[in-house]
């Protein structure tokens, strides 16, 4: 497994975490107002299409009243259908948006970068720097009753040690876990150059198939 790879699932995981309140996005998604074909249904907005997708808002909204014409178990509010920004007004397919929201975990439009309106995460932002050796943080979180300042939760550099401020985890059951996912992701403390996957080059059992 490329060294790449591995720092970048790294990194997913660490940003997983990082995210406070999951469950707000998917609240927002679906408070996301419904659009009406007779919106479009127009010679001027007829051929309007998400700017993610590419396809016609009108196509969107058949699909969706075509799911729910077939009541398919497979629906979902996240699937079907057109809505739109509020702060900005831009206008996508809901699933196109949906991802963008709830999967990429993006707090702007896709088209214009104005913030969509989520609550604001703590003061502990995933997205700051990773503080340098030696350097310590000026951020602090809020304060207790007792004035004392509690551990931050975004990752701090302590000499040789990165501290990710985990909730509930001391410096040793960290580097236990890193170890742990370090160990898999290099295919379970194999080479890092080399694949956790067997391959087999003998295609014989395929001959059937041409």
């Not at 927002?28 to 007829?46: A, I, W």
């Not at 058949?62 to 979902?76: G, N």
């Not at 304060?143 to 000499?159: C, Y």
Request: with cysteine.
């Amino acid at each position: 497994m490329d060294f790449r790879e591995s720092e970048y699932d790294i990194m997913s995981f660490l940003e997983h975490l990082a995210d406070p309140n999951p469950h707000e996005r998917n609240t927002f998604v679906e408070s996301l107002p419904k659009l009406k074909e007779d919106l479009f249904n127009t010679p001027e907005h007829r051929d309007d299409r998400c700017p993610i997708c590419q396809e016609t808002f009108l196509s969107c909204l058949a699909l969706e009243e075509m799911a729910y014409a077939m009541d398919s178990p497979a629906l979902s509010p996240y699937e079907h259908g057109v809505t739109k920004l509020s702060t900005c007004g831009h206008i996508f397919c809901r699933k196109d948006i949906s991802k963008w929201i709830i999967s990429a975990r993006k707090d702007t439009c896709p088209t214009c970068r104005t913030p969509i309106g989520l609550p604001p995460r703590s003061s502990s932002d995933s997205s700051s720097p990773l503080p340098t050796s030696g350097t310590p943080s000026t951020r602090s979180g809020p304060r207790s009753q007792n004035g004392t300042s509690p551990a931050p939760a975004f990752p701090t550099v302590e000499g040789d040690f990165v501290n990710f401020n985990i909730p509930g985890m001391g410096r040793q059951q960290q580097a236990e876990l890193m170890a742990q996912l370090t160990a898999q992701l290099r295919g379970e403390g194999g080479n890092m150059g080399e694949s956790p996957y067997q391959y087999d080059d003998d295609r014989s059992e395929f001959a059937g198939m041409y």
